[in-house]
């Protein structure tokens, strides 16, 4: 008899340990599902801060705020003075580059640059992927136009990148 209350204890003891864990289990079930549900899972919304240069430039440190002035520090590995920049949304050339003061780049230097970007919103978090593009006179030639990096970023401030 002393065995079966023994028994009747455990089981008793166990369906509890089983039924409050079960019960939080349940719990993180349902705020999981919810905060799925939210999007907050969702990888669209989430971009990575990238610069991607082509061979002879480096981009790096992009940082975008909610009107599209997105700074970069660009390198060059050439001797070049940088007239005009540009950001497109797409491969395209930009109609027009924007004039800047003339930014003269050495072998290994690199300076903060701020270009314009398209953006649909003002809003912090908002994706932007795009190609930089700039105007630059070299030794030999001038007027030289170029999609120098690819860029994805979101706009990480809302107040004024300088």
Same mark, same amino acid.
Do not use: H
């Given at each position: ?22 019960? !939080? #289990?349940?719990? /993180? *079930?349902? @705020?999981?599902?919810?905060?799925? %549900? ?57 109609? !027009? #580059?924007?004039? /800047? *003061?003339? @930014?003269?780049?050495?072998?290994? %230097? ?53």
């Amino acid at each position: 008899m002393k065995t079966e209350k023994g028994i009747a204890y455990k089981l008793q003891s166990a369906m509890e340990y089983l039924l409050t864990y079960g019960w !939080a #289990l349940v719990v /993180i *079930a349902v @705020v999981l599902s919810v905060l799925y %549900s939210m999007g907050l899972f969702s990888t669209k919304s989430i971009v990575r801060q990238s610069c991607t240069a082509i061979p002879g430039f480096e981009c790096n440190y992009p940082i975008l705020n909610g009107t599209g002035s997105l700074k970069v520090l660009l390198g060059s590995t050439d001797e070049l003075t940088l007239t005009g920049v540009g950001c497109t949304g797409d491969s395209a050339a930009p109609p !027009a #580059l924007t004039e /800047i *003061a003339p @930014v003269e780049f050495y072998p290994g %230097s690199a300076a903060s640059i701020l270009f314009t970007c398209p953006l649909p919103a003002n809003v912090l978090g908002t994706p932007f992927s795009g190609y930089l593009w700039i105007g630059y006179n070299t030794i030999t030639a001038s007027g030289q136009e170029e999609a120098v990096a690819q860029v994805s970023a979101s706009v990480a401030t809302l107040e004024k990148v300088t």
